[in-house]
T-cell receptor, first 114, second 113 residues
């Protein structure tokens, strides 16, 4: 499967725990974007990364959320000390270049906080 | 005003009908435009890019009017498999070489046998 790969598909955490969401972009894509979709809401941009660089994190909450895209391995979205309001679907997208290119999405990770 | 606004629907149409979705966007600096579809509990999938000259892909026709900041999608001869939520998506520069996709909340379409 050459598409955007996200794992896990479903993640359950208790309040206060940490959640780690992983995303491997499509082959040949070096630009990764994370979006969050709350129930009955549209997707909201969170962060845009290239290898080893955060380009735009204007959509990320200031606390508890962080993202990285290391030289080797997948991009990671990390949520510390999760709260009930973090329950959402988190989608990763990738594109071969930045700019106006369409983005291709992974299946998403559905995070549930107990 | 929301950055991207769509009629939430739902639109319930019989098979074979023609259905039109409308979308308006507020940021005149927006640079590229797309329609995505999203099936229930699935990821958004790119349906088509939208160009000022209008573009067609089989039964789907998209139009963009930059002056009125309006985007449309027309589906002809609708099929059961067209049932999904249709997302109007706008790409704008957000500084430092970054572009952001801004999504509408989507219009839900149900095609009925």
């Amino acid at each position: 499967n050459a598409g955007v790969m996200q794992n896990p598909r479903h993640l359950v955490r208790r309040r206060g725990q940490e959640a780690r969401l992983r995303c491997s972009p499509m082959k040949g894509h070096s630009h990764v974007y994370w979006y969050r979709q709350l129930p009955e809401e549209g997707l909201k941009f969170m962060v845009y990364l290239q290898k080893e660089n955060i380009i735009d994190e204007s959509g990320m909450p200031k606390e508890r959320f962080s993202a990285e895209f290391p030289k080797e391995g997948p991009s990671i979205l990390r949520i510390q000390q999760v709260v009930r309001g973090d329950s959402a679907a988190y989608f990763c997208a990738s594109s071969p270049q930045g700019g106006n290119q369409p983005q291709h999405f992974g299946d998403g990770t559905r995070l549930s906080i107990l | 005003r929301k950055e991207v606004e769509q009629d939430p629907g739902p639109f319930n149409v019989p098979e074979g009908a023609t259905v039109a979705f409308n979308c308006t966007y507020s940021n005149s600096a927006s640079q590229s435009f797309f329609w995505y579809r999203q099936d229930c509990r699935k990821e958004p999938k790119l349906l088509m890019s939208v160009y000022s000259s209008g573009n067609e892909d089989g039964r789907f026709t998209a139009q963009l009017n930059r002056a009125s900041q309006y985007i449309s999608l027309l589906i002809r001869d609708s099929k059961l498999s067209d049932s999904a939520t249709y997302l109007c998506v706008v790409n704008k520069a957000s500084g430092a070489g970054s572009y952001q996709l801004t999504f509408g909340k989507g219009t839900k379409l149900s095609v009925i046998p």
